[in-house]
């Protein structure tokens, strides 16, 4: 692990998720820039103080030099977003397959040139946009692929959340937000860039529609910050479909409201991640459908992600598990030389990090244009 | 009453709402521009044949000619909307008061010639925008208005309908919006100029906020139809506010989930119409809350809209009356000289119809402009 | 009318009720035993002073000495429960039709009295158990008929409030439960008497299966009071069901919090009084389905008793109005002379009314046995 | 870990829930009474093969030969009720500190001769309660304790689930409820048994109000098994709370549906274990709060059991890894030599699964005698 020393909430997430099916163990880690804190960190952690680095740099190098079987099998990389490009490229050029928060880098320019390292490296690389790993999220895109929907007219993505508010009573930055709200760690967004392309992306992945321009207007409402705290959009998809977008960290009371919606001419669907276990289902002129998780009707997309029987709740940390699991399996195949299955691996990829770069720098650019229509350059 | 003959929907609405409390009693009316058809209304209605007329202007003139007491107090207008300038002025003329459907009228510019009259003739003119009635509505405005949400940062409004995904499917246009995908009969717009309004008018109602401008994109899905069906834009509120509307009448499933979430620096409230009774209220750092109706906690504009004690529902109906029930007030102290409460009326003004005009078209204008920021022009 | 007057809840709403349609009239009524009370209220609802009666007695002898047309065509009792029997009577040998509300009579050995004298009269009598008279209950109903649930296992009522909680604070009584609390007013109980009796015939509604006996339990919490305030029981029906039934006026912060669930070898049902437009089923091994209001799916029983379209919510008082409409058209038959539907009307009967006397009668009795199984005497 | 070998749902769970942290490892184990199964799961776990044992017996014995710091530093007993007794006996007997499943054991009395053995040696026991674990549960205890609630009056536990209606309606047994339908195995109830205890337990816990009677009726609707699939039951309390507990597996449709109300003089609360994330608060005459996970308005119970941030859902596992990690801190503490905390441990204790034994053959006896009244034998 790369990152997540410390106090850094995400750095336990993806732990927790890792350990979660006895599959992945945390053998090294360069947790903190800072040597006392990264070697404080390995301690918490019972790690061998012999494998707890002060430098990613030398963590890539000592590591890639043991055999195989004791180096590291895989680096998960949850530092800051200035950080992800760097870290990411010194790994994947020492051979070792890689995790990566999102976003996938600073800019998009940075994440195309790492896109072209991951790809001729022809090692996994993995983006948790964690979101994607809930079973009924699963659920909903392998409905919109059988068809279930029919076409697709319209989607609706929302993620507001209220943290931020505090901030802006208090005239005070929040420890939180800190570095978010740094243009030169954060990159030119904070909302959008932070949680607004995890809406983005959640779309993508269920409706399977590729996003052709936003016209989209960022605001600052706390004062004196250099970044956006809320942010909305129309959306415009190839292929016809409409929508409408919106991501906030002012929204008052709310708390993680990550929410989709996909119209399609047969039948829509609906999302709540903070009641992530139920799958809203409305077909035309018949009964409202509530499909939940760990029944026999869901398909094997769902079950292969479920742990626990229906009505045992699963939630945050076994969706990102999923994500973990599946991009475990990837690497256990790459390192054992089996062949990928047919189907493909169910992870974020890369791609789907270009992606949200793109549309993080169009919202941007169509903010500072008067909400003018905006391409996505992948 | 004009028009609401067999088979009209939202004339037996009318109807039912001004019945409800045994205060207002239908007695004459024109219930169809087809004379046979205004007949059998009104003897389905057990109304004076004499009373039964076959035009407006008929109805209009033989009424004033009555004494007061023996002719109508008031017209209720709910004929197609390019009526509803015409008959409102002959009415407005005959120094009778009016109670009218929305939209306004057929044109902003009609609209704006139609407050003219009503402002001259000094009679009470109702709009029966009635999603304004129900009582936790008035709940939410209460709050706002004593500054509990603090200064309002953000608005999300939302209103989509499935039913004419039907057309799209049969490629057939249902009966129900059959005037209304007509330009002649219904204006420049169809789901924006039908729901979208209510809308924009709820939002305006409970925030108090004044709408400055909007980009917009208005769609037609179902393929032949020459005015839209769905419409999502972003707005700008006079003072800084922002916002997001959208309304539909393609999203497959949804009934008339016409929802409003207004949030402010200190809270949030959210009101969703297919569940009326409660209203969702979060402070920052607080446990959620979930206002009921009925309640000795609701404050005196709630109070008074009410019919039945808390746990037991209330709904459209209700909410509808309660707008008769205050148009009701008003005319019965113009008609018998007493003097307007301090607080005012509180049903929705033909100001308010101006607006819904003037946002309609400035909705459409934006959208054939590229989406690009445009002006309501009240 | 009789009973209702100034300051009664319940009169004003059937009055509500039965004006919704524009079809019923009040024309005549003796509110109160004061005679003035009477009078102002006959006042207050713009009647005609010569039919504001000062005794039920005298009412019923003056209307039916009027000239069919003239007379009213039925008497709606809202008396308290000590009154019902009698008027009832007075008014059924007069040959004038009754609505009346629940409880039915005073005791077990009245309502059985009255049921003769009903019987006898062979005019119709309805009686007020308002809450079958939702949409959705019916469309619930017709589920079980059909079969579609299977054979019936398990039924769970519920009927919690909290109303009386104010009174165990304040160690006084409301003006609300004053009577309901006086045994030579209310009868052998007071919360299942009052709203037990609603859970039971709601649920008898729907199943379709008769209660056979009762062990249960009731409680008064008020100190001082003398009757219950709260009461469980354990039920067996007629053919190997079995159920739980519970009703409280202490339970805080519940306000009218009526629900049904009715479980079968191939589905369940849920129903949520508090939110009545929706029908919970579930089948085994299906998603579970919300059937709603309004919607084409729906069975004629639901359709027949639906004013507005979906997503347009209904409530209390349009479900108390279906009683009124199914009790209008029975009599409206048996004055016109036409025969009866096949299907007959859908109304609770005078027999309903006795099984909920047995049902009262019967859980007293066991509380004082300690809980001991009692059959219903019906 | 004795038992929970391959196929085994509830020995994944544990090792799941007991991984979580990273702060326990699972390093032998005896998981199935055959060899050669327990050999396989020892493999699957990647457990050194040394300490996988044939028996219980066995792997008591060796383990507690090893040194501390290399054997196990305490049991954690899923294997089926039958066995608990025996291998939690053999553990203390030996030493060694126990996590085991519930119900405590077989019968009462072998409860009740377990708890002898436990209190002498000293050791720490927590049985494996786990919805106890929920941070939103302990929330509603802390509340209850700090007198939120004023005086409890009324406790309604409810435990539905439908899996078992498959088995009915193939007249055929299915796999998961086998053992569990077995006398021999199971012990005197099933469905009481296995989640009825739940439902008290969990009332229990919040409440802190001790059971002292019940009257119950259990039922088979699943012709030709030996044991009950359903039960409702009366409760009553001492101090004198009321109550009503039912626990169904033919509940067609339900999934796991734990429920608890609790209702005080002040306040009452309720908690869906479908939706754990969530705590319902209803003062009188207030708005009706939602207390959610993750909030700093939370007290320090909830806190303590929480692992990510507001909106960000836990579920089963998490929960059920709060006990594993409280019994963790108690048995470090035992062996490190540490002092207890003042405010004691917070896992379910071998005192709360005699309750729930004295609970089960309480209600059975009940239910055999004709719902009579019957106490629990603590």
Redesign the interface.
């Known amino acids: 692990m790369v990152g997540g020393g410390r106090g850094a909430?995400i750095g336990?997430?993806h732990?927790?998720a890792a350990?979660?099916?006895?599959q992945i163990e945390?053998v090294a880690g360069c947790f903190s820039s800072n040597p006392e804190k990264s070697k404080l960190s390995g301690q918490d952690?019972?790690l061998d103080p012999a494998r707890v680095y002060t430098s990613y740099e030398e963590m890539a190098a000592k590591e890639s030099a043991l055999p195989l079987g004791d180096r590291i099998d895989f680096v998960s990389i949850v530092a800051r977003n200035d950080m992800h490009y760097k870290v990411a490229k010194v790994f994947l050029e020492a051979g070792i397959h890689v995790v990566c928060e999102k976003p996938l880098a600073f800019s998009l320019a940075e994440g195309k040139q790492l896109r072209d390292v991951a790809m001729n490296s022809g090692l996994v690389f993995a983006l948790t946009h964690n979101y994607t790993g809930y079973p009924m999220v699963k659920e909903a895109r392998a409905m919109v692929r059988a068809g279930k929907l029919g076409r697709i007219?319209?989607v609706?993505a929302?993620y507001?959340?209220?943290y931020a508010?505090?901030a802006?009573?208090e005239q005070a930055d929040g420890a939180i937000s800190n570095w978010r709200m740094d243009p030169s760690v954060s990159g030119v967004s904070n909302c959008i860039g932070d949680i607004g392309s995890h809406a983005e992306n959640l779309a993508h992945y269920i409706s399977g529609l590729e996003l052709e321009e936003v016209?989209a207007?960022l605001?600052t409402?706390i004062p004196g910050r250099p970044l956006d705290d809320?942010g909305?959009?129309?959306l415009?998809y190839k292929g016809g479909a409409?929508?409408?977008l919106?991501a906030?960290q002012?929204?008052?009371?709310?708390?993680?409201?990550l929410n989709v919606?996909i119209?399609?001419?047969?039948?829509?669907i609906e999302w709540h991640?903070?009641?992530?276990?139920e799958l809203i289902?409305?077909?035309?002129?018949?009964?409202?459908?509530?499909?939940?998780r760990?029944?026999?009707?869901n398909g094997p997309e769902a079950a292969k992600n479920t742990?626990?029987?229906?009505?045992?709740?699963?939630?945050?940390?076994?969706a990102f598990a999923n994500i973990y699991r599946a991009a475990g399996e990837a690497i256990a195949d790459a390192i054992l030389g089996n062949p990928a299955p047919i189907a493909g691996y169910d992870f974020p990829s890369i791609e789907d990090g270009v992606i949200g770069m793109a549309f993080i720098e169009a919202a941007v650019k169509s903010s500072k244009n008067?909400?003018?229509?905006t391409k996505l350059d992948v």
Chains 1, 2, 3, 4 share one sequence.
């Open positions: 909430f336990a997430v732990r927790m350990n979660l099916d006895g945390l952690l019972y007219l319209k609706v929302e507001p959340q209220g508010i505090t802006l009573k016209a207007e605001n409402f809320d909305s959009m129309l415009r409409r929508g409408v919106y906030s002012i929204s008052t009371g709310d708390e993680n409201n919606r119209y399609g001419t047969e039948a829509s991640q903070e009641h992530p276990n289902v409305k077909f035309a002129e018949q009964p409202r459908q509530i499909w939940r760990g029944n026999s009707y742990r626990t029987p229906f009505g045992h709740p699963e939630g945050f940390i076994e008067n909400s003018a229509w």
